[in-house]
């Protein structure tokens, strides 16, 4: 089985797509995503099996970024956005958390 090219990340804001998004379906996975969550008014990890749009997440997100291959990945942007660290990607996020879990293995 071939693993599918890897897209940008699909993020949008406001409803505004500011990067390309993945087909709508990702492989029946439900994939981890971090989103500003409008209730609790911080970064927060979810999951979903569909790509992120103003009609499915619109009403508890205000963005959305990825999907990660994994969860640590995820909750490794979470720490990186509110410590401001500059231009880290969902690549980076997962490469540190693969390299991290060799180390300690």
């Known amino acids: 089985m071939s693993t599918p090219s890897r ?3 699909s993020i949008f804001v406001a409803g ?3 990067a390309l998004l993945p087909p709508r379906r990702l492989d029946g996975r439900v994939r981890p995503y971090v989103g500003y969550s409008t209730r609790l008014g911080k970064l927060a ?4 099996d569909v790509v992120p749009t103003e009609e499915t997440h619109g009403d508890r997100f205000k963005f959305a970024i990825g999907p990660f291959d994994t969860e640590a990945g995820a909750r490794l ?3 990186c956005v ?3 660290l500059p231009s880290v990607t969902i690549a980076d996020c ?3 958390v693969l390299v991290r879990a060799q180390v300690f293995a």
Not at 45 to 48: D, E, R
């Open 94 to 96: 997962e490469r540190f």
């Open 77 to 79: 942007m979470i720490k």
């Open 16 to 18: 505004k797509l500011v």
């Open 7 to 9: 897209k940008p990340e």
């Open 82 to 84: 509110e410590n401001r």
């Open 45 to 48: 990890l979810f999951h979903s």
